[in-house]
DNA sequence: CCGCATCCTTTAGGATACTG
DNA sequence: CAGTATCCTAAAGGATGCGG
């Protein structure tokens, strides 16, 4: 999802545009962290114990990527041990909300085949 | 987007899953096809000239992934030269459906930041 | 004209081990 | 605890050329 060339005519303009989105949401980790921190702030190692296939190294590629497009807020406080929080920004529950109208349209068109 | 170990609670159900859609969406050209071919079925030559940056062989490795998730129907002419022609499945215009979806989020969300 | 064969590059993602 | 660092594999996608 990220290659240029195309047109798009969202809000009825056609511009020529890179066919990003702005948010990276198609990626394979990316709908399973909005989904842990729904409910609220999330630490790192809850993030994993939720999400035990993910190893550190991605989550927390995902966790920066999430964090440069503004979906999720990151806080580290300065303890020993460390301890560091992530949480949706406004931004990221819209994005949560783009997927949960994924998840109504897959219910509504996906059970009968 | 193939990959196996999760769980998925569409339709209330709580089922190991293997976290895929039974439809290919989220590669670089099916959504394009899918719009290429909303207005009615085109031939393979039609749908390069609308798509000028995708090779045919890309092209038709995702008309064939397209036609195996029967979302697009093929339609060979023996004639020469040959002719062949693509058209939307009933079930292809439901995930155009969820494209749809997704621009009009779009329009909504991403407009003003 | 349609599209396959071949070869190649890029990138996402994983395994494992290690640090402040 | 919260990550890096390194290395590795698989898969998507592109370039080019050929064939029915």
Redesign the interface.
């Known amino acids: 999802?990220r290659?240029a060339?195309?047109r798009n005519d969202?809000?009825g303009e056609q511009v020529e545009c890179t066919h990003d989105?702005?948010y990276r949401i198609?990626d394979?980790w990316t709908a399973?962290v909005l989904r842990a921190l729904q409910d609220g702030r999330r630490r790192f190692t809850q993030l994993r114990a939720e999400m035990p296939?993910v190893t550190p190294k991605v989550l927390a590629e995902t966790l920066r990527a999430m964090e440069r497009d503004g979906t999720v807020s990151r806080e580290a406080f300065v303890e020993n041990p460390p301890r560091v929080e992530y949480e949706l920004t406004a931004?990221g529950r819209?994005v949560l909300?783009?997927l949960d109208?994924?998840?109504d349209?897959?219910?509504e068109?996906?059970?009968e085949?």
């Open positions: 999802m290659t060339g195309f969202i809000g989105l702005p198609g394979k399973h296939w931004r819209k909300g783009l109208l994924c998840c349209w897959a219910r068109n996906l059970v085949t």
